[in-house]
């Protein structure tokens, strides 16, 4: 495996570029986006510039807002010749009291890159407006690019409803070369 930096040796010259490339990579959303009735796919600020043949690591944390009727969902856009294994923690849709601002399963994947993750929302009638809950989601793994590419993170409603589903702006991507 190929290091996207040397492995420093006596006498060699460490340049700016070789030491710059271990760097992290902090992106984040900045405004919130609102969906409204709609399961189609929106692209975030959350983007991973990468490289031709490189590797990297992430961790995406995700701030939402949903109600028990509309839920979120998030999936990755990766070009065609790039893979991706993640992993990602997400709460259940399936387990919500009416009432009740109680806390959710929280359900464990291990998705491909394309498949939407569904989201828990909250009860909106036990805590006030949907648009005004903040839960979170998590997403991590490894991308690898064929060509120069971008990974961009998307999202929607899991399930149509009037109810806004919003991506906050407090979600960020966190990335780093690591092949």
């Given at each position: 495996?190929?290091?996207?930096?040397?492995?420093?040796?006596?006498?060699?010259?460490?340049?700016?570029?070789?030491?710059?490339?271990?760097?992290?990579?902090?992106?984040?959303?900045?405004?919130?986006?609102?969906?409204?009735?709609?399961?189609?796919?929106?692209?975030?600020?959350?983007?991973?510039?990468?490289?031709?043949?490189?590797?990297?690591?992430?961790?995406?944390?995700?701030?939402?807002?949903?109600?028990?009727?509309?839920?979120?969902?998030?999936?990755?856009?990766?070009?065609?010749?790039?893979?991706?294994?993640?992993?990602?923690?997400?709460?259940?849709?399936?387990?919500?009291?009416?009432?009740?601002?109680?806390?959710?399963?929280?359900?464990?994947?291990?998705?491909?890159?394309?498949?939407?993750?569904?989201?828990?929302g909250t009860d909106a009638a036990a805590?006030?407006?949907?648009?005004?809950?903040?839960?979170?989601?998590?997403?991590?793994?490894?991308?690898?690019?064929?060509?120069?590419?971008?990974?961009?993170?998307?999202?929607?409603?899991n399930t149509s409803d009037a109810d806004?589903?919003t991506f906050r702006s407090t979600s960020?991507?966190?990335?780093?070369?690591?092949?």
């Amino acid at each position: 495996m190929a290091l996207p930096f040397p492995q420093w040796l006596a006498g060699q010259r460490i340049t700016a570029a070789g030491l710059n490339s271990r760097n992290w990579v902090r992106v984040t959303q900045g405004t919130d986006i609102t969906r409204i009735s709609s399961t189609t796919m929106t692209n975030t600020n959350l983007v991973i510039t990468g490289a031709a043949g490189a590797e990297y690591y992430f961790k995406a944390l995700i701030a939402y807002g949903a109600s028990i009727d509309s839920d979120m969902q998030w999936a990755w856009s990766i070009p065609g010749d790039a893979s991706m294994t993640r992993f990602t923690e997400a709460l259940s849709i399936a387990d919500v009291t009416l009432g009740s601002a109680s806390a959710h399963t929280v359900v464990m994947r291990r998705p491909a890159a394309s498949t939407g993750v569904s989201a828990g929302g909250t009860d909106a009638a036990a805590i006030g407006s949907a648009t005004t809950t903040f839960n979170s989601a998590y997403d991590q793994g490894i991308v690898t690019f064929g060509v120069a590419g971008t990974a961009t993170l998307q999202f929607a409603q899991n399930t149509s409803d009037a109810d806004g589903t919003t991506f906050r702006s407090t979600s960020y991507l966190l990335y780093t070369r690591i092949a």
